[in-house]
């Protein structure tokens, strides 16, 4: 009797905790973001910072955004359940900044001013380049705020002790989540309207610093825990994961192997290699990295943010194998499965064990699960913050300044404009957010990059190093990517199909593989390469300004 009351103090306690912390959070970025406003007084300062962050501040911010809630609750939980198979996504997500420094971010930088479209509308048509770019980039952008919100909505059911059969202030589990989407949805909305770029940058930064901190800890107690022994950490997760040998070892989730099933098998080693080429090539076609480019003064200090974030980045990313395999080794498999089907709870949930471990009993346990939430919470609104800017920015700027105002807006128009399709974009993320809470957060993220990758990033390579290239090419390669990746996973085991889809009651799906990215990537280059000659246009002088331009930052804002 005396165990249970002391258990009920604790997630009292917890509650109490968390929601204080995040209140202080949430009341200190806020305040920057007030702030902030006042400083914001242009379509620069509102759409690029002004331009006057350092590369280091850059580097931070893009790790801030970069390191989202499928960093830190979906990796954790892919390698908390899948071993192996699970680390793919940090190798991935990782290898993918190299891709991005070497072709897209200094380049970016000197041709362009606030959105990817500044780019691709330089030496063609403006106005179907720029509405293709806007729909890529809205696209993209809900794509990945659905992951944050889902993260976001598991959290909060783990934060309030509120499990299938318990409520919290008369809500079940199923509108608790929804409640929690609701209000981060809310948040983003304000922290981009009111703060714009200058805002969210600095929400980022602190956000940056909070992660690295709250996953230095953990993992940390993690080795303390198995003596910095690494052979009994990996024994412990293996044996309590409930795989035995195979948690350590590839091709539980991915590259299965199914015995007297050729196919099966075949289709589970492409999905692997389509989530590899996915992940990669990604990051270099996600709107709210790429526009992080045009913060900073100098094509130098934008290529020294990548530096700064790939460092940042790739500690963090190292940080979560400590995180998913100690949480398969203290927690186990079955304890996450029950709280969060999908693994998205297995940081915060190793966060409570560790606790309980080393600030003693169920008090220490609500401590620490309080401390590392209200990091994930800081993480999941800096990242939507950072998203929403982006898809508003390029629905503002891109369509309707130069498509539906022929660049006649004035710019308080446009940042008007900004302001109201953040509204607009945040309202239909949190409506689609409520369907896809089956779903693990690092996967839908995976999804994103596919999408990313098949539309925008053939559309920025052709444009940078295409001589030959031109609007309808540029058209072309932007809808035929975008759209090839979307019909395949609506027709995908993601969406039905599948126990775990979002709608696992029905059944339409006929493209076998989870990840569309074999497919959509190569399919939006060719489009790119079919549209460009099919039409007669093209304009070599207009290429050969860019190039110059791109390649010393001469005449860039």
């Known amino acids: 009797m005396n165990t249970v009351l002391a258990a009920e103090a604790g997630s009292t306690t917890a509650r109490n905790l968390t929601i204080t912390l995040f209140l202080v959070f949430v009341a200190i970025t806020l305040a920057i973001t007030v702030w902030a406003s006042r400083q914001t007084k242009t379509a620069t300062d509102f759409y690029a910072g002004g331009r006057s962050f350092s590369g280091f501040q850059n580097g931070m911010a893009i790790g801030g955004d970069y390191m989202s809630a499928a960093s830190f609750l979906g990796i954790a939980g892919i390698i908390a359940l899948y071993g192996y198979d699970g680390f793919l996504y940090s190798i991935g997500f990782l290898v993918a900044w190299l891709v991005a420094l070497l072709l897209v971010a200094e380049l970016l930088r000197n041709s362009g001013r606030y959105t990817m479209a500044d780019v691709l509308a330089f030496r063609m048509r403006q106005r179907p380049v720029r509405t293709a770019a806007a729909v890529s980039t809205i696209t993209v952008s809900i794509f990945y705020l659905l992951a944050q919100m889902v993260g976001a909505g598991a959290l909060v059911a783990l934060l309030l002790g509120i499990k299938p059969g318990t409520t919290f202030l008369g809500m079940d589990a199923d509108t608790a989540k929804v409640a929690t989407i609701i209000m981060v949805g809310a948040l983003m909305i304000i922290y981009v309207t009111v703060g714009g770029m200058k805002g969210t940058t600095y929400v980022q930064i602190v956000k940056a610093f909070l992660l690295m901190g709250g996953a230095l800890v953990m993992t940390l107690l993690v080795l303390a825990k198995y003596k910095f022994n690494l052979s009994s950490l990996l024994g412990d997760a293996a044996s309590a994961s409930g795989k035995g040998a195979a948690f350590l070892e590839p091709g539980l989730r991915y590259g299965v192997e199914t015995p007297g099933d050729a196919l099966k098998t075949f289709y589970s080693k492409m999905d692997l290699l389509s989530l590899g080429i996915a992940l990669v090539l990604g990051t270099a076609g996600l709107p709210h990295i790429l526009i992080r480019f045009y913060t900073v003064p100098t094509a130098r200090a934008a290529r020294k943010s990548v530096l700064w974030a790939i460092g940042i980045i790739g500690a963090f990313y190292l940080l979560t194998l400590a995180l998913g395999f100690g949480a398969a080794a203290i927690v186990g498999g079955q304890a996450i499965t029950e709280q969060d089907k999908a693994g998205n709870t297995a940081a915060p949930q190793l966060a409570e064990a560790l606790g309980v471990d080393f600030l003693g009993g169920n008090l220490g346990g609500a401590t620490l699960l309080a401390i590392i939430a209200a990091v994930a919470f800081a993480t999941i609104l800096a990242v939507v913050a950072g998203l929403t800017l982006a898809s508003s920015s390029s629905l503002a700027h891109d369509f ?158």
Request: aromatic share 12%.
């Open 400 to 557: 309707y300044a130069n498509v539906v105002k022929k660049g006649e807006a004035s710019e308080r128009q446009e940042v008007n404009v900004a302001r109201i399709s953040a509204l607009v974009i945040g309202a239909v993320s949190i409506v689609l957010s409520i369907f896809a809470q089956n779903l693990n957060v690092a996967f839908l993220v995976a999804l994103a990059f596919a999408v990313a990758a098949s539309g925008n990033l053939p559309a920025i390579l052709y444009s940078l190093f295409w001589k030959r290239f031109n609007t309808s090419g540029a058209v072309w390669a932007i809808y035929g990517g975008l759209l090839s990746a979307v019909l395949l996973v609506f027709f995908s085991p993601v969406v039905s199909g599948a126990p775990t889809a979002m709608f696992p009651d029905h059944d339409w799906h006929w493209f076998p593989l989870s990840n569309p990215g074999i497919i959509s990537i190569p399919f939006g280059f060719l489009c790119g390469w079919l549209g460009t000659i099919l039409s007669k246009e093209s304009d070599e002088e207009k290429y050969a300004e860019l190039e110059v331009r791109s390649l010393t930052g001469a005449g860039a804002h």
